[in-house]
């Protein structure tokens, strides 16, 4: 699984910053971004294998970010898992269109778990 690139955004410095070490630590290649409104130009320039969105993202936010992604012809497959400390995320990242959600806060092994779990289920559709 490693070798792949994930792509992150979220307005948080502090969470792109521990992500991008974690995951960086654990083989994987990460770009990262503070705004989502930009999330096809920013997805054709990376071409990642995952993506991580932050539901309270400006300028469009999360939801939005994630179904711009998803009605794309050649992105919609990218795995997008939808992060937020919201009780409700279940239902934020199914109305986004999401893969999966990790809920804020999370653990290392759980975003670790979580990422390897996506990608492998992209790689066997």
Excluded at 32 to 50: A, Q
Excluded at 59 to 84: C, F, M, W
Excluded at 105 to 120: K, M, Q, S, Y
Aim: glycine fraction near 4%; proline fraction near 3%.
């Amino acid at each position: 699984m490693k070798n792949k690139t994930i792509l992150i955004f979220d307005d948080d410095v502090n969470i792109l910053e521990v992500c991008t070490i974690i995951l960086v630590d654990a083989g994987y290649t990460v770009k990262i971004s503070e705004t989502s409104h930009d999330i096809i130009e920013k997805v054709s320039e990376i071409h990642p294998d995952i993506i991580l969105m932050d539901n309270w993202i400006p300028e469009i936010g999360g939801i939005e970010a994630t179904r711009l992604l998803k009605k794309h012809a050649d992105y919609q497959r990218i795995p997008v898992v939808y992060i937020s400390a919201n009780n409700d995320i279940h239902l934020l990242a199914e109305k986004a269109g999401a893969d999966a959600y990790l809920a804020k806060p999370f653990d290392i092994t759980e975003l670790e778990n979580t990422v390897e779990r996506v990608l492998a289920e992209a790689e066997a559709k």
